[in-house]
């Protein structure tokens, strides 16, 4: 089976400009999530969608990013404007209900590195 | 509130041999998850284990193995014959346990280098 699938895998941007990343989730998995990794901050959760409802966006940095989830298999991130300190990876991850699931985890993309100059 | 502490920033080992990575964690939750993942120089993230509060039981899967000690809100992984293929940042999560919200609190990471 096919794992989550994210796009772009690089992006150099220049700052102001918009950026929006792509996420197909593992197909069946009824659970997205976006996170970030800096080195400064490390792993966080930005947002993730039950379902394609969000759940949780707790951790979205500011007014700039938004997020959604059209249907089953696809999300989007976008920052608008981008600026130099949102330069980081940032992983789409899927996963199945743990209860369903009793040994799975939450399956990450192999991430968008993101650079805005 | 959750705190997942992974105390060795950085080991060197010789190939062949073992090695332990330290985690400690901190929650009020009765019930929750806890995981370890691979980070290799390529970047991805490889989900290794996951494992349930209220299965203490050891768990072992080739040369990785887990022991979970909820005395000591511990979870190690031990990497047994250790490979150049190793070499990776290990991290270690935590999540609650209110239904799967998929709030995963990393460590900081261990940095493995593992040297022919």
């Known amino acids: 089976d096919a794992g989550v699938i994210q796009s772009p895998r690089h992006e150099v941007t220049e700052m102001g400009q918009e950026v929006t990343l792509r996420c197909k989730p593992i197909s069946g998995h009824d659970y997205l999530f976006w996170y970030r990794q800096t080195m400064m901050r490390g792993l966080e959760l930005l947002i993730y969608?039950?379902?394609?409802?969000?759940?949780?966006d707790s951790g979205m940095p500011e007014d700039r990013f938004s997020a959604k989830m059209p249907n089953a298999s696809f999300s989007t991130l976008k920052i608008q404007p981008s600026e130099p300190r949102d330069s980081a990876v940032y992983f789409c991850?899927?996963?199945?209900?743990?209860?369903?699931?009793?040994?799975?985890?939450?399956?990450f993309g192999e991430g968008s590195w993101l650079t805005v100059v | 509130a959750q705190k997942v502490t992974q105390a060795q920033t950085e080991i060197s080992v010789v190939e062949k041999e073992d090695v332990t990575l330290d985690c400690v964690y901190e929650t009020r939750d009765t019930t929750y998850y806890l995981f370890w993942y691979k980070q290799p120089p390529s970047g991805e993230l490889v989900f290794l284990i996951r494992?349930?509060?209220?299965?203490?039981q050891n768990e072992i899967s080739g040369r990785y193995s887990w022991n979970f000690q909820k005395s000591t809100s511990s979870f190690n992984f031990t990497i047994t014959a250790s490979q150049v293929v190793d070499s990776a940042v290990y991290f270690c999560?935590?999540?609650?346990?209110?239904?799967?919200?998929?709030?995963?609190?990393f460590g900081q990471g261990t940095t493995l280098q593992v040297k022919p």
């Open positions: 999560a935590l999540s609650e346990s209110s239904g799967n919200t998929g709030k995963l609190i």
């Open positions: 991850a899927s996963s199945l209900q743990w209860l369903m699931d009793p040994t799975g985890g939450i399956y």
């Open positions: 494992r349930n509060s209220f299965d203490e």
């Open positions: 969608f039950n379902n394609n409802v969000p759940i949780d």
